[in-house]
T-cell receptor, first 114, second 115 residues
Framework: KAGVTQTPRYLIKTRGQQVTLSCSPI?????VSWYQQTPGQGLQFLFE???????NKGNFPGRFSGRQFSNSRSEMNVSTLELGDSALYLC?????????????FGPGTRLLVL | AQTVTQSQPEMSVQEAETVTLSCTYD???????LFWYKQPPSRQMILVIR??????QNATENRFSVNFQKAAKSFSLKISDSQLGDTAMYFC????????????FGKGTKLTVNP
């Protein structure tokens, strides 16, 4: 099976712009979670989607949003980009989303905001 | 809210030796899972080992084993016969129950295996 894929892998944006990142989970996986990784804050949970519904959300401003499609693919959007949004954004998928399953991570999208 | 603490920002070990990475966590839940993930330089995060809190037996995966002390809320990772390919960031993560896949991560330990 193919692993979790994320596109694009690298992205450069300027302050004030918006960006959309995409994540395709492992085939058959229905739960997708997003994390932001920065040197200062480490790995922080953004949100989790299961069956097209947001099931859990981290402590991030409303500029961060996401959605999940019927094929379990997920996108996250960041509007009005700030310099502090520069980070590695990781997507992870798990099978049934029943809690406590192993999550499989994608390679990440590295976002640089200038 | 759960917290995960990794007190060793960096560690190094000689090839073929054994190293132990520390992790402590705080939670009021009784049923949960703990994970160690590995993130090699510029490569993606992969699962090293997982432990269910209801299991008393410590998990092992080849050269990797954990020392899970539930009462002390401690979850250390032991790497035996260290190899150069073990060089990576290691993250300890907590997963609580409740139908959510949210993981709470520690800040990580950068492990360098020296030849």
């Amino acid at each position: 099976k193919a692993g979790v894929t994320q596109t694009p892998r690298y992205l450069i944006k300027t302050r004030g712009q918006q960006v959309t990142l995409s994540c395709s989970p492992i085939s058959g996986h229905r739960s997708v979670s997003w994390y932001q990784q920065t040197p200062g804050q480490g790995l922080q949970f953004l949100f989790e989607y299961f069956s097209e519904t947001q099931r859990n959300k981290g402590n991030f401003p409303g500029r961060f949003s996401g959605r999940q499609f019927s094929n379990s693919r997920s996108e996250m959007n960041v509007s009005t980009l700030e310099l502090g949004d520069s980070a590695l954004y990781l997507c992870a998928s798990s099978l049934d989303g029943q809690g406590m399953e192993t999550q499989y991570f994608g390679p990440g999208t590295r976002l640089l905001v200038l | 809210a759960q917290t995960v603490t990794q007190s060793q920002p960096e560690m190094s070990v000689q090839e073929a030796e054994t190293v132990t990475l520390s992790c402590t966590y705080d939670t009021s839940e009784n049923n949960y899972y703990l994970f160690w993930y590995k993130q090699p330089p510029s490569r993606q995060m992969i699962l090293v080992i997982r432990q269910e809190a209801y299991k008393q037996q410590n998990a092992t995966e080849n050269r990797f084993s954990v020392n899970f002390q539930k009462a002390a809320k401690s979850f250390s990772l032991k790497i035996s016969d260290s190899q150069l390919g073990d060089t990576a960031m290691y993250f300890c993560a907590f997963g609580g129950q409740g139908g959510s896949e949210k993981l709470v991560f520690g800040k990580g330990t950068k492990l360098t295996v020296n030849p």
